[in-house]
């Protein structure tokens, strides 16, 4: 069974940084899609990023486009998420998702592994 671990959340002001990491484990890692979601209180859960572990698929939400990049670390089977320019808007809590094959989709059904989420929040 894939497990998956969150960290690098805090508080930070408008402008600040921060770095995410989904540490995994359990899987075959070149055959999966990984995802970023994020879920703001009394909102849905909504799309951010998604990025294969080979094949160079990647896909970024519109909100997100141009200040949050994604990459991954084979070797530490971790996936990061930096979130440059933060604004109050992104405050929400973060969560890693995986599925299996390795094409990314937008969808929360279309992930059957969730990590615990980590909180973000940023002030103005």
């Known amino acids: 069974q894939v497990q998956l671990v969150e960290s690098g959340g805090g508080l930070v002001q408008a402008g600040d940084s921060l770095r995410l990491s989904c540490a995994a484990s359990?899987?075959?890692?070149?055959?999966?899609?990984m995802g970023w979601f994020r879920q703001a209180p009394g909102k849905e859960r909504e799309f951010v990023a998604a990025i294969t572990w080979s094949g160079g698929g990647i896909d970024y939400a519109d909100s997100v486009k141009g200040r949050f990049t994604l990459s991954t670390d084979n070797a530490k089977n971790t996936v990061y998420l930096q979130m440059k320019s933060l604004k109050p808007e992104d405050t929400a809590v973060y969560y890693c998702?995986?599925?299996?094959?390795?094409?990314?989709?937008?969808?929360?059904?279309?992930?059957?592994?969730w990590g615990q989420g980590t909180q973000v929040t940023v002030s103005s």
């Open positions: 998702a995986a599925r299996w094959p390795a094409t990314t989709t937008r969808l929360v059904s279309g992930y059957d592994y």
């Open positions: 359990g899987s075959i890692f070149s055959r999966w899609t």
